[in-house]
């Protein structure tokens, strides 16, 4: 009995060590994301709503926001320390020359950049800024009910989503076709499902561009390292921000940018991106959460962080295999 219960206070120890040392290996792994809605033109009162609502799904996607509306925080050592740039409903010009020139290194750099409904309707004469983008906003008809068509449900931004959406919103056309820049458009609005007086402009391309993907953002200099870049033309209204799908979708299509390897989420050795450590407090389940995955080409150092991950859950079992067997033997 007594080898026993040394065994077992023995095993027991260990256990809660590795139980510890799990929860310290996994709990690195946190991107952070600025959001930007400085606004020089039409300011979408939703702007407090979706920022919130962004900063809720932090936890559940394993993201810290961090939002502003000062250009001054477009600056090399600031954008250094975060793994995407979110713009949303920026409108007119909303960066200054230098905030700019900061942007456009930090793409360079391998940086992500998402935008969000009227983040396609600012730095309209910024070329960099639209290729990054993908298309300018170019007009919108009144807000409507309307449907949209999921083209690939592959994407982690449509996965979740039925093939025909039907939405409350506003449905933009664009000034080009953002497929001209190498984008793959993963949502297309339905023209004969809402009304649209016009003129629509042929050279957004067919099928409607309503949200779309780049691998590698157009926006990055020869010679730069491309990150990745979504864009969504939803959100419009407060209520939108509210809506499980419409918040799966943008969950989705952020952590997607992530994923892109060139920041320091998910690789040590970038020269971008956030060393944070996730002091999360995970909810168990969300009905609108959408579970990060791990990327293809994790750097060395996040493998071996996986490897000793799985080496200490395996130690984990079993010990509590052993444990079980001297209770069975006693």
């Known amino acids: 009995m007594f080898p026993s219960l040394v065994s077992v206070s023995f095993t027991a120890a260990l256990l809660g060590f590795l139980s510890v040392a799990t929860v310290s290996s996994a709990d690195h792994l946190a991107g952070r994301i600025l959001i930007y809605s400085y606004t020089d033109g039409f300011r979408h009162d939703s702007i407090p709503t979706a920022t919130q609502a962004l900063k809720d799904k932090g936890p559940y996607i394993n993201v810290f926001f961090d939002s502003t509306e000062d250009k001054q925080m477009f600056n090399d050592t600031i954008l250094s320390q975060y793994d995407a740039v979110l713009f949303l409903d920026t409108t007119g010009q909303v960066l200054d020359a230098p905030g700019e020139a900061a ?3 930090y793409l360079n750099l391998g940086g992500n950049f998402i935008g969000i409904h009227a983040a396609s309707a600012c730095e309209m004469n910024t070329s960099f800024y639209g290729k990054e983008l993908g298309a300018y906003f170019d007009y919108h008809p009144d807000l409507t009910n309307a449907t949209i068509n999921v083209i690939d449900n592959t994407h982690p931004s449509t996965s979740m989503l039925p093939a025909k959406w039907h939405v409350i919103d506003e449905m933009y056309n664009f000034v080009s076709d953002p ?20 003129p629509r402009s042929p050279k957004q391309g067919e099928p409607h561009p309503t949200a779309w993907y780049q691998e590698r953002g157009a926006g990055v200099q020869p010679g730069g390292t491309a990150g990745r870049s979504f864009y969504t033309s939803l959100g419009h209204l407060n209520e939108t921000w509210k809506d499980d799908l419409f918040m799966a979708h943008v969950a989705g299509g952020i952590t997607w940018a992530l994923q892109s390897n060139t920041t320091k989420v998910y690789n040590s050795s970038a020269v971008v991106g956030s060393s944070m450590v996730s002091n999360f407090t995970f909810p168990t389940s969300s009905a609108s959460s959408v579970p990060t995955s791990t990327p293809t080409g994790t750097s060395p150092s996040k493998s071996s962080a996986y490897t000793l ?8 079992t079993a010990c509590w295999i052993f444990i079980g067997a001297l209770a069975l033997r006693s």
């Open 103 to 105: 942007l456009q290194k």
């Open 179 to 198: 497929r001209s820049v190498g984008a793959v458009v993963v949502l297309s609005a339905d023209e004969s499902t809402y009304v649209d007086l016009g």
């Open 309 to 316: 991950l799985a080496t200490q859950q395996w130690l984990v």
